[in-house]
């Protein structure tokens, strides 16, 4: 419909496909149409230096002969001082376009229009647009193209909105979309007299869909039907936006070439990028010889300086060529259409952008209440439907699921959810899971499109869609572009001729995502991660609270000292699965417990406050040892389905009497895969509490029998029990920070035991704890304290 591709002829041999077409340099091609002539002459001096070779046509005088003579000489000095005068003013050359000059002609006065502009010359052969010139100062060629202005000259460019100015006003006053459209093309017609007048619109990918069509009733209605990309390539759609309006006045056409090819002072061939006359590609001639167009003109409608469709003209009785001026008041509607089209598209994002910022306060200012689930909270009213339309939505937080709208499975939404967190995006989007996520096997009459705004731990936000089937009229089939012909030895790719009607069905897609949704979902995720921390904070002081409560100062029997600390690893949750514990038995006895729960933060916090309250209450007041009260405690633990793993130690204290009936102090322990206590003895040596064979942790085989052992130790002696944040660092095994630790305990013995725990941390602990420490020290007194009287 637009310019395509021009003719390539290929060696044999060579692959043919539309690449071969899309690196062809259409802005120089060496030669215009021949409705006018072209003349390039220097500045200030205006010496011709390329003119067109049909310049005797327009001005009488052949082309050998007015190379390198005063434009004056040329085209007369009357018209020459017009084009001077013009060409020095201020500003832009094409706000006084055309210059209205009139030339004798042997004798005879022809009227011609001037059209100007500034072809610019890069240094060393490379051709430049203005503005672009870069290293050495670039050359420029004032390009000067005469057509001739047969008939009355229905208006001047200065009055152009004047003829206008009644459709300007229709479309200023048109709020419907598609009002603006047929209103633009009926314009256009009656304007420029075209046979047929089409609105052009480009999607994302610039297939081209006809929107609007204006027609004098005795053609096959285009409305509606879709054209490929590949009908305009990237250089034609570049051209596009630089130069707003081409004609092709006559179909097919002679073109006169340039002389000389090549600019003297470059050696490049002239840039016509800007030209009013450049000459377009054979194989786009062809093309419209194909669709029996004998005539044809194209306006450029923008937004953001970037192509978003075109206006369209076809003839289809013979040459058509309106004025200058009739064109360029054709170009100023298509202007004013353009900007009532970004004036629209503004407001209705000014009016989506308040909708989605009211829905995003309220969803907001629901996710503060921490007493409601946060899931619940966003399918309030307003619910996340309100913000991103589609037909169903999953909210996944903080161990609560809800769902709005259209059903859809446990695990399509999870394994959908799972697709986007291995993306690492803030969020994942596809109009088409059986094409972006064809792994997951999801059936298209489930759901088809999906956005998905992941969250830490697995949590997710996901809005569906399901699929949206629908045809699409194609002006011809779309995938054959191009036609291969081979001619003798040669082949050359020729444009497609059919361009019957063909029909499309799309599936296997959905609605697809706009760029506002994909924003409106990044806000909510921005949103959504304050409120978890918000209310992981608020839970992790209440899971601090109680730990802290847990870890509470143990007791202190007369024969017994003892120090505890706790230091929490240095993460944000000051809380963690360690801990310790001591309390004397109905016999006097003493038990004291270090456990380690597997995992961090409130979870293993809350499994360690279970496991505490069982095994105190299996312990208290029974004749079970620490082995028997290990396997109750795995045992119970596995029965109500904890889920519980954790590394635990048991030891009880018992004072009895050696074979001189002397008192002593005997430590029974077992241990379920924890470190071994070390015992500092009264002498300053150490000995580590380390079985041959130890025990599983708890959580792992709940029925196995578990070990148990003694150690007899002398008054005195201070047992240290503690866990692996104590010993362990990346760069450190357990062997060698225990060993460390023996070393260390030795050389503080004789501080008292609350000195003697703080200066073990000093020491062994880096400036901020990789991991939860829990340590319990007890130290047997070397005599009896005097008990208070009672």
Known sequence: MTETQPVQWLAPGTQVDLSNCEREPIHVPGSIQPRGVLIAVSEPDLVVEQVSANLADVVGTAWETALGRPLAEVIGTVPAQAVARSAAAFGDLRERNPVELTLDLDGTPVPVDAILHRAVHGPAGA????????????????????????????????????????????LNRTTDLQALYDTTVEAVRSLTGFDRVMLYRYDADYNGEVVAEAQHGGLETFLGLHYPASDIPAQARALYEKNWIRLISEVPYTPAPIHPVDHPATGQPLDLT??????????????????????SMSLSLLRDDKLWGLIACHHYSGPHAPPYATRAAAEFLGSTLSLRLVDRAAEEEVRRALRARSTLAWLTAATLDEERPLADALLGT???????????????????????????????????????????????ATDSLVADAAALAIPTDTVCGALVVPLPDGQYVLWARQEKIRTVDWGGDPTRKADVVVEGDEVRI??????????????????????????????????????LYARSRRVARAAETLQRSMLSEPPQPDHLQMAVRYVPAAREAEVGGDWYDVFVQPDGATMLVIGDVVGHDTEAA??????????????????DGPAQVLRRLDHTAAGLQMDAMASVLVARLEQTSDEKGEGVTRLVWSNAGHLPPVVLTPEGSTELLDADQPDLLLGVQPALPRQQHEAVLARGSTVLL??????????????????????????????????????????LLPERAEDDVALLAVRMHQQDRPRPDR
């Open 722 to 763: 503690y866990t692996d944040g104590l010993v362990e660092r990346r760069d450190q095994v357990f062997d060698d920070g225990i060993t460390d630790l023996r070393r260390r305990l030795s050389a503080l013995g004789d501080l008292p035991v609350h000195e003697l725990v703080d200066a073990l941390l000093g020491q």
């Open 494 to 531: 020729s444009p497609r001729k059919s361009f019957a009607r063909w029909e499309e069905t799309v599936r296997g897609r959905s609605e697809p995502w706009t760029q506002a949704e994909l924003a409106e979902a990044k806000e909510l995720r921005h949103n959504l991660l304050e409120a």
């Open 382 to 428: 307003p619910d996340l439907l309100d913000l991103v339309d589609a037909d169903t939505v999953v909210v996944d937080l903080q161990g609560h699921t809800a769902l709005r709208g259209a059903p859809l499975a446990p695990e399509l939404h999870a394994a959908i959810a799972g697709w986007a967190a291995d993306r690492a995006a803030e969020v994942a």
């Open 606 to 623: 809350a499994v360690m406050g279970q496991l505490r309250g069982l095994l105190r209450g299996i312990a208290y007041d029974t004749g």
């Open 127 to 170: 051709t430049q647009h203005p503005g672009e010139g870069v290293g050495q100062a670039p050359t420029t060629s004032l390009v000067v193209e005469l057509e001739p202005a047969f008939g009355p000259r229905p208006f001047s460019f200065p009055n152009t909105y004047q003829a206008v100015r009644s459709t300007i006003a229709e």
């Open 274 to 295: 800007f030209s009013t006359l450049r000459s377009v590609s054979p194989i786009h001639v062809e093309y419209l010889l194909n669709m029996g167009v004998t005539a």
